[in-house]
């Protein structure tokens, strides 16, 4: 017993002689730097803010610490966007301005200030703003157009870039013709017959002004409709994916039906040689992407997700995406 309590004591020693060695560090005063946003002008971002696609915006802040800094981070969902660091003069005190462009993709974004010591070690930051950015342009997903049919004249066979709304012969009506950008059908294949060109057959998308009119719809009297002058051309760049913004939709529309815009597509070239004409075009297909100008001069983008079947019948339909900007 008593030798167990002189080791104790031996070991209470040693610790005690081991603590009076260690030098005294002082811990670090984490959280301690304070940033500050000053508003500079119209484009200074001091509050959370709602934007448009590729708006310009900029951050003038100021981080002031008691203990010395040395890189002063500007972050983006937690991703570092901008580094500066302090080389010379007042290590406690900071100022920077930035100048951005919001994301052209929709979505939220946080900024955030951050303070760090020449260890690295977290010395502050900012609360952090959230900065929206909104389309704009209108995204219409899985709208479905169906070929017309000619009994009950039900068939969702007409579309509203404008609304989003797809309509019949009988519920479109000369009070929302206005409204219809393109509708659709579906051509047979037709037999060639000797000095007779052969009718292209397939899917197409056209404007209600179209000529000469198809026999596929002319059984559908618009004569005192409006009839928009939609134009068209199918064209795989840019693909339909990598469009997020009106300017990009406009980009692309102005480019594509700068040349071999048509009132329908898929457009058909005729030749003739040596008095045979010759139908040659590239059938619509699921993937297709086709550009389009409206009449009130607006720029979409449709694109074919899915064709159910290739005939007539009034059973047959597809399934679209479109973008148009606002």
């Known amino acids: ?46 509050s959370d ?22 890189f002063i ?9 901008a580094t500066d660091t302090i080389k010379t003069g007042n290590f406690m005190h900071f100022n920077a301005i930035k100048k951005l ?27 952090g703003f959230t900065l929206t950015t909104t389309p704009d342009f209108i995204y219409y997903t899985n709208r479905t157009l169906f070929v017309p049919d000619t009994v009950a004249k039900t068939n969702a066979t007409y579309f509203s870039s404008t609304l989003g709304t797809t309509y019949s012969y009988t519920n479109a009506g000369v009070t929302n013709s206005a409204n219809i950008d393109f509708g659709y059908y579906y051509s047979p294949d037709s037999a060639q017959t000797a000095g007779v060109k052969k009718q292209p057959f397939g899917h197409f998308l056209y404007a209600l002004n179209v000529t000469p009119v198809p026999s596929q719809i002319a059984f559908y009297d618009i004569s005192t409709w409006t009839k928009n002058a939609t134009t068209f051309k199918v064209a795989a760049t840019p693909t339909f994916a990598s469009v997020l913004s009106k300017g990009g939709i406009v980009s692309g529309g102005t480019t ?19 008095g045979k004409q010759t139908d040659t075009y590239t059938a619509l297909a699921s993937g297709n992407v086709i550009w389009f100008k409206t009449a009130a001069g607006k ?10 079947q290739n005939s007539a019948a009034h059973g047959t339909f597809m399934t679209i995406d479109v973008k148009v900007q606002k």
């Open 1 to 46: 017993m008593k030798k167990n309590i002189i080791l104790v004591c031996a070991a209470v020693m040693l610790i005690s002689m081991l603590t009076s060695c260690l030098k005294n560090t002082d811990i670090p005063n984490f959280n301690s730097a304070t940033v500050s946003f000053a508003n500079s002008g119209p484009k200074y971002v001091t």
């Open 256 to 274: 594509n039906l700068k040349t071999g815009a048509t009132s329908s597509v898929p457009s058909v070239v005729t030749t003739i040689s040596s």
């Open 299 to 308: 720029y979409g983008v449709i694109q074919i997700d899915y064709i159910n």
């Open 101 to 127: 462009i919001a994301d052209s993709a929709a979505g939220a974004y946080t900024y955030k200030v951050v303070a760090r010591d020449s260890a690295g070690i977290f010395l502050g930051s900012s609360a």
């Open 49 to 70: 803010l709602t934007l448009n696609p590729k708006d310009s915006i900029q951050f003038n802040y100021t981080v002031d610490c008691p203990t010395p800094m040395k």
């Open 73 to 81: 981070y500007l972050q983006k969902n937690g991703s570092t966007i």
